[in-house]
């Protein structure tokens, strides 16, 4: 019995001196592979791969590495567009930005107040005047 164990595992050994064998498993597990990722339904049950996720995993990796498309994927989703976070945080910032820039006009709305208010003030002396 040790000795069939022995060649078995020698004869494993040879193949896989060469890489891991996926051409090989993917011959055995494309109709698997073609079920989905996790499982599928059938008749109303769930029903699981007949590939572990773990060996599923490892023949994506060999096959990718290779150079070849791995099309057994589902097709992703969207990016989310959603912005995460507090709406008062993002509106603080866009405050910030704001302020900054009303910093930058501020020495020119200065002076512009102060000649509005000196305008007024020499009105309201030629008022008192006539």
Known sequence: MAGK???????????????????????????????????????GAWKPLGISARKRARLRKEVLLAGEDWTYDPPRGEMRTKKKGHKCDRIAAEKRA??????????????DYKKRRWEKKMKEEESRKN
């Not at 060649?7 to 996926?22: D, I, L, N």
């Not at 704001?98 to 002076?111: F, I, R, W, Y």
Request: no cysteine; aromatic share 14%.
């Open 98 to 111: 704001n302020t900054v820039e009303l910093m930058k006009k501020m020495p020119q709305m200065l002076l």
């Open 5 to 43: 164990a022995a060649a078995a595992a020698a004869s494993t050994a040879a193949r896989w001196a060469e890489g891991y064998p996926w051409r090989e498993k993917m011959a055995k597990y494309k109709g698997e592979l073609t079920k989905g990722v996790w499982g599928y339904w059938e008749l």
